[in-house]
């Protein structure tokens, strides 16, 4: 009797291993490529929201990208991709030339591919479902609009990645909506070196008023302390994309005009959901998802952060522009 229930039980097992490794190997898997490394700040982000959907919806994504910027790394990153023929394609596109052989490629093959961050303009031309992210002219636009009515005159637009066309929309965008004078300033992609250069420029030409930097940490945060250490009496407003605790904390003491919040978390969290839901049940969204540009000015900053005085920060408030719905 003892040795026909071991057996029974022995046999329970193996047929409950089989049906692990089964689930194991049916488990759908995803791959991300982008052009950001999850060590910055912003794709941590990104790669958290893949993360917790992966987690949520029983999936496995890898994610993947350059130790740098590097548009030909990404490139073989991707086509390495496409031949292992995941389950589905996640990628960012700064700039299409660089990407669209393998994104079609992947197209081709029947892999569903969905673009993330940079791409909103060219997604479906290369053959994306949709895209999740923001519209980079318009939110460019907004921030110039935005500091045109705070008043500003001579802008300088900081661009960190020379080569993604996404930061090149973000400041045609910002020349559009600001109507002034806009220099499109590089600078290296290195947050000390960054400053430096803000903080000469600033001090070679004092009609200077506005910085927009198109990186919270690379050139955001630098930016902010440069315009600090100005001498007494000369105002110059900051604003920058993205959102980092030092920017919310500047923002909410008053020390930068604005940032543009273009919800990383949900750039990762939602292709994951969206391709998952598209393998189990056939749905998924017919036009690209918005997540940004989030305008988080002085009281937004402050109800982030839970500080009492939100309330009285209300009254400052500038109106906050029209944003236009992003194309692609």
Same mark, same amino acid.
């Given at each position: 009797m003892i040795l026909k229930y071991v057996r029974l039980l022995a046999a329970a097992f193996v047929t409950i *291993?089989?049906?692990?490794?089964?689930? *194991?190997?049916?488990k759908l898997r995803f791959v991300m490529v982008?052009?950001?490394?999850?060590?910055?700040?912003?794709?941590?982000?990104?790669?958290?929201g893949a993360d917790r959907a992966a987690a949520a919806m029983d999936v496995t994504v890898d994610y993947r990208a350059p130790e740098t910027f590097d548009l030909e790394e990404m490139k073989m990153l991707l086509t390495a991709a496409v031949e292992e023929k995941p389950d589905g394609l996640i990628v960012s596109i700064p700039n299409a030339?660089?990407?669209?052989?393998?994104i079609r490629a992947a197209v081709d093959a029947g892999i569903p591919v969905i673009t993330i961050n940079s791409g909103f303009d060219v997604s479906h031309s290369l053959g994306a479902l949709l895209h999740v992210g923001q519209s980079e002219y318009e939110a460019g636009r907004v921030a110039g609009d935005t500091m045109r009515k705070l008043g500003g005159s001579k802008a300088l637009c900081v661009n960190h990645e020379l080569g993604n066309v996404g930061l090149d929309l973000r400041c045609k965008g910002f020349i559009d909506g600001f109507a002034g004078s806009v220099e499109v300033m590089p600078v290296d992609a290195d947050a000390e070196e960054a400053g430096e250069a803000i903080a000469d420029r600033l001090a070679e030409d004092t009609g200077i008023d506005v910085v927009l930097t198109l990186s919270a940490n690379v050139a955001g945060?630098? =930016?902010?302390?440069?315009?600090?250490?100005? *001498?007494?009496?000369?105002?110059?407003?900051?604003?920058?994309?993205?959102?980092?605790?030092?920017?919310?904390n500047a923002v909410a003491d008053g020390e930068?005009?604005?940032?543009?919040?273009?919800?990383?978390?949900?750039?990762?969290?939602?292709?994951?959901?969206?391709?998952?839901?598209?393998?189990?049940?056939?749905?998924v969204p017919v036009s690209?998802?918005?997540?940004?540009?989030?305008?988080?000015?002085?009281?937004? =900053?402050?109800?982030?952060?839970?500080?009492?005085?939100? =309330?009285?920060?209300?009254?400052?408030?500038?109106?906050?522009?029209?944003?236009?719905?992003?194309?692609?």
């Open positions: *291993a089989l049906l692990g490794a089964a689930h *194991a190997q049916d982008t052009h950001g490394a999850a060590s910055d700040k912003f794709w941590a982000m990104v790669k958290d030339d660089a990407v669209a052989a393998p945060e630098p =930016a902010i302390a440069a315009a600090k250490s100005l *001498a007494e009496g000369r105002k110059v407003r900051v604003a920058t994309f993205d959102v980092t605790d030092a920017v919310l930068a005009a604005f940032a543009i919040d273009q919800q990383p978390f949900l750039q990762g969290y939602l292709p994951v959901e969206f391709l998952t839901l598209l393998h189990r049940y056939k749905v690209n998802v918005s997540t940004g540009p989030r305008l988080i000015t002085l009281n937004q =900053a402050r109800q982030r952060l839970g500080r009492s005085d939100a =309330a009285e920060g209300a009254a400052e408030e500038a109106k906050p522009p029209e944003i236009q719905p992003g194309g692609g």
